[in-house]
């Protein structure tokens, strides 16, 4: 823009602006042209004072003229700590404006999950799992997007959002491809660090262009908006100081030259001296001056308007001022005309609250609020926090003035931050519950209370970091305070972190202890469980001598209660993993059932006994054969934790055995699909934890499946499927297929080493299932050609097994080893009775690939294209391909 500009209402915050609303002409174009098109994200950044919100501001007005629907949000410095706060602002308004019906059908079943976040529904019981409300409200907004095409969505200040809505447009901005809808972010550089840096770098990232970073006023640009302000007799040496006095801040200049016009200083070199003084006058100490010129009720007025932050309202700061009205209103006036309050711009057609004021800018807000006392601000939030209380907005709102108060050994503050991390927990707001409840404990609470907050503050980190939890649960067992069952809780939910955390020798150490402080009765019965089930999951370390004891534990159970059914499990997973008798295993699982079903007290999202002890249930009904059963489980455990909307770890691990249930039956589309999603899931967890190795294995050995060996290979590189392995007990064995993928791309020495290290582990567990580890087969092929004498005992030790585990899968399996390893009508008969077997086995590309075998093994071209339609039929491409080859040779088929 050039210095002859004319002044025009609005003008001045947008001098050399012309660049930036070209962008965003343009990304309204696009917007509007199509709602088919892709969204677009604009990032503007820039310190305070540099016009962003002009910037946003005119946005709104091109945005609206072109009859798209726009709505806004804005971060405070004062209200970061208040979850969901700034996408509240965001959408609440116009979720509010439809009846209750109407925003259930438009959100359908995200309702329930993103609707508490958004304070337009009641929480559910219980903690929201973070991740799944984050993804409710992804979805939200995008059916929300294509409802009110073409829609804008402005946030300003974004430095200064919370947490839980910095989450959420990370998340959003990653999924614009296929929802029209334009995003425009403003913000200043720096002020933020952690996770909230991390997740405005994520949106910077995507919005797939440069960010565009506001620049300061130039020399010209200066002059001419003084010229613009003053009139043009304004001298050049004048302008040149206004510049050098402001450095080109927009926001300096404006309220510079404001200062100027009210002084009616003349604009001439003689009084450019003055400038300086009136350019403090206008900042943060010049501030303090002018509000004590204001009086101290105006000053009163000030402060308390900056410690209730947004929303500001006459009756509001009054009450907290003590004040009547008519003294707040006043007050309000006088501040207005001094421009450190106004009444802010709202949409047209928008409402504005009876009194509703703001702070002309937030560099004014921060120097009112810096300039209280620190006991008198601390004095106040204490009262504001009374305020809300009384008014019954309940605990989470007060939260934010209560943590600003200081520790003084108050019981009542302690129960209300405990109540607010309840409602905050409820919400899906895991950091500010944390946030409270860490504040509660330098209150102090009193010594018989103080472990309980530990212990809350142990549980409302457990699904997001399990570090956290054990830190403050070992806290909390160590003090006095905690007894009976919830001691026990305590315990249990320790261990359960501790697992979660790769500690998993530290979780079985953590329950012996306590069940050794027991005497013989329930609470010691269930810690003895669940160290058998940490046990159980711990693969490097279980020993004959452990599975004896568990044997005697559960060999005269019957099923009478939780504990019993927990042993029962623990007992039948820990036979099916050594191999022993399937039929056996599957007798103990059912007795573990009431009616065929999960017992009450057993469920999937019960904290009592936690998913490990299901998932080895439907493992071992995998394993056995059972994979209808299996099925149903993991999909039973799909469904409880997306209605309860826990989308971290827990979904992860649901999707993660549903695949290998999908894998098993030889559905390997469907095992792929949901393996993948298992990934992605873990990803967001944490790499390299438990969970993660799961998905990523049972992936790996899908693809291999399929035939598809580079994308697995691929996969391996890309998620670090290589040693060092978690010492948790992975499903399929971690070894057994790192193994089979390395002799597949042709790393034949190193796959045997791999598959030799599963043997010796086998072997110091005691025995093992040979199609949980499939070692042996495996190892038995690898080194048929250089060690036969070897390669036969292995495949006579794998039938041996399996014929002691005794299912069609295992004993079929084995069969097809011993027939690779055969030539002749001796290969022609074993791989005949390998067929018998896995066509009566649930699994169907081990019947598919047997199929094939024999096909090859008996030139028969009928076998073949049975083999072929049923590696089809599974998704089988390398069957698929490896039939076709031999079919297409047609060399000695008959």
């Known amino acids: 823009m050039t210095e002859g500009r004319p002044p025009t209402a609005g003008s001045a915050s947008l001098w050399e602006r012309d660049a930036e609303i070209a962008t965003v002409v343009d990304a309204l174009d696009v917007l509007c042209a199509d709602r088919t098109s892709a969204g677009s994200l604009l990032v503007f950044r820039g310190e305070a004072g540099l016009g962003k919100t002009a910037l946003l501001t005119e946005t709104r007005r091109i945005a609206e003229a072109r009859n798209c629907t726009v709505w806004s949000a804005r971060g405070a410095e004062t209200l970061k700590s208040v979850p969901f706060n700034v996408v509240r602002q965001l959408l609440q308004p116009a979720l509010l404006a439809l009846l209750p019906e109407e925003a259930r059908e438009y959100l359908g079943d995200w309702y329930d999950i993103a609707g508490p976040a958004l304070g337009i529904a009641d929480p559910q019981e219980g903690s929201a799992d973070p991740q799944y409300v984050c993804d409710g409200l992804v979805a939200a907004v995008r059916r929300l997007a294509r409802r009110e095409w073409p829609l804008v969505l402005l946030i300003d200040d974004a430095h200064w959002a919370d947490q839980e809505t910095l989450r959420w ?431 009450p007290g057993l469920g999937w999202t019960n904290q009592e006994w936690g998913m490990e002890l299901l998932m080895m249930l439907g493992n071992t009904y995998a394993y056995t054969d059972r994979l209808d059963r299996a099925e149903s489980l993991f999909a039973e455990a799909l469904r409880a934790y997306t209605s309860a909307g826990w989308r971290g770890g827990h979904l992860s691990l649901a999707n993660a055995f549903l695949g290998l249930a999908y894998r098993r039956q030889g559905r390997l589309r469907d095992a792929e699909s949901t393996l993948r999603e298992a990934l992605v899931l873990a990803e967001r967890v944490g790499r390299r934890l438990p969970l993660y190795w799961s998905a990523t294995c049972g992936l790996v050995d899908t693809l291999l499946a399929r035939g598809r060996v580079q994308e697995a290979w691929s996969v391996a590189e890309q998620y670090g499927f290589a040693p060092p392995y978690p010492s948790t007990i992975v499903l399929p064995d971690i070894r057994s297929v790192r193994g089979r993928l390395l002799l597949a791309v042709g790393r034949v020495e190193d796959g045997i080493n791999e598959l030799e290290a599963a043997e010796k582990t086998a072997a110091s567990r005691g025995g093992h299932n040979p199609v949980l580890a499939s070692w042996s087969i495996d190892l038995a092929k690898a080194l048929a050609a250089q060690d036969p004498p070897r390669a036969a005992q292995l495949a006579s030790d794998a039938r041996r097994q399996a014929e002691r585990f005794g299912t069609d899968t295992a004993i079929g399996e084995a069969l097809r080893c011993a027939a690779a390893l055969e030539t002749g009508s001796r290969a022609v008969q074993l791989a005949a009775q390998a067929v018998t077997y896995l066509e009566a086995s649930p699994c169907q590309y081990e019947h598919a690939a047997a199929r094939v075998e024999y096909g090859i093994a008996a030139r028969s071209v009928t076998e073949l294209n049975r083999g072929l339609d049923l590696a089809r039929e599974c998704g089988a491409e390398g069957l698929v391909a490896q039939a076709r080859e031999v079919l297409a040779t047609g060399r000695g088929l008959r």
Not at 422 to 444: F, I, M, Y
Not at 461 to 477: G, S, Y
Request: with cysteine; charged share 25%; glycine share 8%.
């Open 169 to 599: 447009l990370a998340a959003f901005a990653e999924r614009l491809d296929d929802v029209s809808v334009l995003v425009v972010v403003a913000r200043r550089p720096g002020e933020v660090g952690g996770d909230s840096a991390r997740h405005l770098d994520a949106v910077a990232a995507a919005a797939g262009r440069p960010v565009n970073d506001l620049s300061a006023l130039t020399p010209d640009a200066t002059a001419g908006l003084t010229r613009a302000a003053l009139g043009r007799h304004a001298d050049d040496a004048f302008c040149r100081e206004v510049w050098a006095v402001t450095g080109g801040n927009l926001y300096y200049t404006v309220e510079l030259l404001a200062k100027v016009r009210d002084s009616e200083l003349p604009p001439v070199e003689g009084r450019a001296g003055e400038l300086r003084a009136l350019n403090r006058s206008a900042r943060s100490g010049g501030l303090v001056d002018r509000l004590t010129d204001l009086g101290l009720e105006a000053t009163r007025f000030a402060w308390a308007a900056a410690i209730l932050g947004a929303p500001i309202t006459v009756g509001m700061v009054a009450r907290l001022a003590t004040m009547n009205d008519d003294l707040a209103r006043h007050c309000a006036e006088l501040l207005c005309n001094d421009r450190i309050l106004t009444k802010p711009d709202r949409p047209a057609g928008a409402e504005r609250e009876d009194g509703e004021l703001e702070f002309v800018h937030p560099l004014v807000a921060t120097a009112v609020y810096t300039s209280i006392p620190p006991a008198v601000c601390t004095a106040m939030h204490g009262v504001a926090a009374q305020i809300i209380s009384e008014l019954g907005r309940g605990a989470a709102e007060a939260a934010r003035h209560l943590l600003k108060v200081h520790p003084d050994g108050d019981e009542e503050l302690v129960e209300q931050l405990r109540e607010a991390a309840r409602e905050h927990l409820a919400v899906g707001a895991p950091d500010a519950a944390r946030t409270c409840l860490e504040r509660a404990l330098a209150e102090p609470p009193l010594p018989e209370v103080q472990a309980h907050v530990l212990f809350e503050l142990g549980c409302a980190t457990l699904l997001t970091a399990p570090a956290v939890t054990i830190e403050h649960l070992q806290l909390a067992l160590a003090m006095p305070g905690l007894g009976g069952e919830r001691r026990v809780d305590a315990v249990v939910r320790l261990s359960q972190a501790q697992l979660h955390n790769d500690q998993l020798e530290e979780a079985v150490r953590t329950v012996e202890a306590e069940a050794a402080r027991h005497e013989p009765g329930p609470a010691k019965m269930r810690l003895q469980a669940v160290q058998f089930m940490w046990e159980t999951i711990h693969g490097e370390t279980v020993s004959p001598a452990r599975s004896r004891r568990l044997a005697e534990l559960a060999g005269t159970r019957t099923g009478r209660d939780n504990t019993e059914r927990v042993l029962l499990i623990l007992r039948a997973f820990d036979a099916m993993t050594h191999g022993e008798s399937a039929e056996e295993a599957v007798e103990l699982c059912d007795r573990a059932l009431v009616n065929g079903r999960l017992a």
